[in-house]
């Protein structure tokens, strides 16, 4: 074995957790749809009690996909009930997940009086010039029904700045207006002003002390560059019994850059345009947690996770239809806890990575190696590729 060779753990404990992790390698490019064949030359361990394994099930149509095929082949004798437990993990994530129903109601006369703004804010070490429709600048805003909307580009709704918190209910959120520049490298997604920064997002929650609670909201997304609910720069955004669909190019769902944080339980996010994971963290890291959840995305580049932080969800059903179940880029990791995914269309099931983009830096990263550790949880890949691609 060279020093290049990657090394794949996958363990099967008596508590029926998968983990999976991958230390060191790189990849120059970033595309969670990659082509390349799966890393066939990466040592396999695999630590099973047959009599134990009994919650966490992989399945996969590649008849190349050595790894899960050695591990499983070893506990034949309890496959049977294997399948059993996870498909009622997976019954009980599809029953408990997704939203009830949404009422928007008409603006209430107490809420907070707000107008549009401009600022300026520092996240990580760039100063970016941010607009919203109305903003939420260093104060406590609460709203209760009403629609608001920004077609503008470049213009986020809501913003909230310098500790200022936002509660909103029972609203309608509507953001059209196209991302107004282009990345210089790659016209076909959006400047990185949008993707790390917030720029022209729906909900845009900056700095630590600002925050947003969002509940029994719709948030629609019908422009490029226009993520739904966007935290960074250590701010945190919780989300309750919110449907999210967003249309446009780089227009995620619920995304977390430079140490944000957003907790979200009964969300219901889809996604259609390229480069569009439903959950997602990106450059500077973020901390995710959903839980009784539905995610599903159709455009290439896009699975249902996307990590360069720590992402945990549970009791989440995912489809991902051009792209993988899962990524992480670097050193981070996602937690799977009774949840059901499936994959077509992304040549791969999970993809754990190093891209040279610097989007995943070390000093940023939230684990020692990329790690998916998954307990309850089937991931069915219906690619050609195999179930874990790794570098």
């Given at each position: 074995?060279?020093?290049?060779?990657?090394?794949?753990?996958?363990?099967?404990?008596?508590?029926?957790?998968?983990?999976?992790?991958?230390?060191?390698?790189?990849?120059?490019?970033?595309?969670?749809?990659?082509?390349?064949?799966?890393?066939?030359?990466?040592?396999?361990?695999?630590?099973?009690?047959?009599?134990?394994?009994?919650?966490?099930?992989?399945?996969?149509?590649?008849?190349?996909?050595?790894?899960?095929?050695?591990?499983?082949?070893?506990?034949?004798?309890?496959?049977?009930?294997?399948?059993?437990?996870?498909?009622?993990?997976?019954?009980?994530?599809?029953?408990?997940?997704g939203v009830s129903d949404i009422q928007i109601l008409e603006a209430s006369a107490d809420n907070?009086?707000?107008?549009?703004?401009?600022?300026?804010?520092?996240?990580?070490?760039?100063?970016?010039?941010?607009?919203?429709?109305?903003?939420?600048?260093?104060?406590?805003?609460?709203?209760?029904?009403?629609?608001?909307?920004?077609?503008?580009?470049?213009?986020?709704?809501?913003?909230?700045?310098?500790?200022?918190?936002?509660?909103?209910?029972?609203?309608?959120?509507?953001?059209?207006?196209?991302?107004?520049?282009?990345?210089?490298?790659?016209?076909?997604?959006?400047?990185?002003?949008?993707?790390?920064?917030?720029?022209?997002?729906?909900?845009?929650?900056?700095?630590?002390?600002?925050?947003?609670?969002?509940?029994?909201?719709?948030?629609?997304?019908?422009?490029?560059?226009?993520?739904?609910?966007?935290?960074?720069?250590?701010?945190?955004?919780?989300?309750?019994?919110?449907?999210?669909?967003?249309?446009?190019?780089?227009?995620?769902?619920?995304y977390a850059t430079y140490e944000g944080t957003i907790n979200a339980d009964h969300v219901d996010?889809?996604?259609?345009?390229?480069?569009?994971?439903?959950?997602?963290?990106?450059?500077?890291?973020?901390?995710?947690?959903?839980?009784?959840?539905?995610?599903?995305?159709?455009?290439?580049?896009?699975?249902?996770?996307?990590?360069?932080?720590?992402?945990?969800?549970?009791?989440?059903?995912?489809?991902?239809?051009?792209?993988?179940?899962?990524?992480?880029?670097?050193?981070?990791?996602?937690?799977?806890?009774?949840?059901?995914?499936?994959?077509?269309?992304?040549?791969?099931?999970?993809?754990?990575?190093?891209?040279?983009?610097?989007?995943a830096a070390d000093s940023d990263a939230t684990a020692n190696c990329s790690t998916l550790t998954?307990?309850?949880?089937?991931?069915?890949?219906?690619?050609?590729?195999?179930?874990?691609?790794?570098?």
């Open positions: 074995m060279n020093n290049n060779t990657k090394r794949i753990i996958i363990t099967i404990t008596a508590i029926s957790v998968l983990a999976l992790s991958s230390c060191g390698g790189s990849d120059s490019s970033k595309h969670s749809s990659s082509k390349t064949s799966s890393t066939t030359e990466s040592q396999i361990e695999s630590k099973t009690d047959a009599s134990s394994v009994s919650e966490t099930t992989v399945t996969t149509s590649a008849a190349e996909d050595v790894s899960t095929e050695e591990v499983f082949s070893q506990t034949d004798e309890s496959t049977d009930s294997s399948e059993s437990d996870t498909s009622e993990s997976a019954e009980t994530a599809s029953a408990d997940a907070t009086a707000l107008s549009s703004g401009n600022a300026t804010v520092t996240i990580g070490k760039k100063q970016i010039d941010l607009s919203g429709a109305y903003i939420i600048d260093g104060v406590d805003a609460e709203i209760t029904g009403g629609t608001y909307e920004s077609s503008g580009s470049d213009q986020n709704v809501f913003l909230v700045i310098n500790g200022g918190s936002l509660k909103i209910s029972n609203a309608e959120i509507v953001k059209t207006g196209d991302a107004s520049t282009n990345d210089s490298k790659r016209s076909s997604d959006v400047s990185d002003d949008y993707n790390f920064y917030g720029m022209n997002s729906v909900i845009l929650v900056v700095g630590e002390g600002s925050s947003a609670e969002i509940s029994n909201c719709t948030i629609t997304s019908d422009c490029s560059g226009a993520n739904a609910v966007f935290s960074t720069a250590n701010a945190t955004a919780n989300v309750s019994n919110v449907k999210i669909n967003t249309t446009g190019n780089s227009s995620r769902g619920v996010i889809t996604t259609s345009g390229a480069h569009c994971a439903p959950i997602a963290t990106d450059r500077g890291g973020g901390y995710v947690n959903i839980t009784n959840s539905i995610v599903q995305c159709s455009g290439d580049g896009s699975p249902c996770i996307y990590s360069t932080g720590d992402i945990k969800v549970e009791n989440v059903v995912g489809v991902a239809t051009g792209s993988q179940a899962a990524v992480i880029e670097g050193k981070n990791s996602i937690t799977m806890t009774n949840c059901d995914f499936t994959a077509s269309g992304g040549n791969n099931g999970v993809m754990l990575y190093q891209s040279m983009s610097g989007d998954m307990s309850g949880t089937t991931i069915r890949n219906n690619s050609e590729g195999p179930m874990f691609y790794i570098t």
